[in-house]
Every structure is written in structure tokens, then in C-alpha cells.
């Protein structure tokens, strides 16, 4: 059973940093490509970044490029967001997901956790 399991998430000022991290179980997670969306209120969920099962190829939504860094730890099975800078519209439920083949498209990704909430106040 595939368990992907975000924290990290919080209420944090305009320009302070969160680190999100997925733990994640049930699956090969080192031959797993991996992602971040996120959702906010009324909007659709959209896709933040993205990483190779490797590690070694990262994408970035262009909202969020040069603020956010997205990693993983093969050898604990665990993903990471870290994020500065951030601002009010950053506002979101952020969720994790694992993929075959690394890809911004949410339709592509077969597991998804529960999602952590982040607020950043103005």
C-alpha cells in the first residue's frame, strides 16, 4: 500500500521560509519520479515542481522558480520543498506525488498524500 505522508506545513509572514517534506512507503521510491501541486481556495491544483527519480533533473513552475528548491533522500524515501520568499499567494494546500516518468501534468501521477497547508500572511 503506497503511503505518501506531507508536514512541514504552517503560517508563516510574506518572505520567511517553510521546508515541506513528504515521507514516503509502499513503493520503489528511488526508481520514482516525484512532484509538488498545490490547490487553493476555488482554484484548480497546479503543478509546483518536480523531480527525476535520480534527482539529478528538477522543474519549476514559473511562479515559484529561484524561490523554491525541491530535493529528495533516496536512502530515507523522502522529498523535500524548500521554500523561501514566500509570499500571500503562495497560500495553498501542497501535496505530493509519485510518477513514472517525471512530468508537471497532474493527470500523469498515480499516488497523492494528504496535503499540507501553508499560509503566508501579508
Known amino acids: 500500500q503506497v503511503q505518501l505522508v506531507e508536514s512541514g506545513g504552517g503560517l508563516v509572514q510574506a518572505g520567511g521560509s517553510l521546508r515541506l517534506s513528504c515521507a514516503a512507503s509502499g513503493l520503489t521510491f528511488s526508481r520514482s519520479a516525484m512532484g509538488w501541486f498545490r490547490q487553493a481556495p476555488g482554484k484548480d491544483r497546479e503543478f509546483v515542481s518536480a523531480?527525476?527519480?535520480?534527482?539529478?533533473?528538477?522543474f519549476y513552475a514559473d511562479s515559484v522558480k529561484g524561490r523554491f528548491t525541491i530535493s529528495r533522500d533516496n536512502t530515507k524515501n523522502f522529498l523535500y520543498l524548500q521554500m523561501n520568499s514566500l509570499k500571500p499567494e503562495d497560500t495553498a494546500i501542497y501535496y505530493c506525488a509519485s510518477t513514472a516518468v517525471v512530468t508537471s501534468r497532474p493527470e500523469e501521477y498515480d499516488y497523492w498524500g494528504q496535503g499540507t497547508q501553508v499560509t503566508v500572511s501579508s
Open positions: 523531480v527525476s527519480w535520480s534527482g539529478g533533473s528538477t
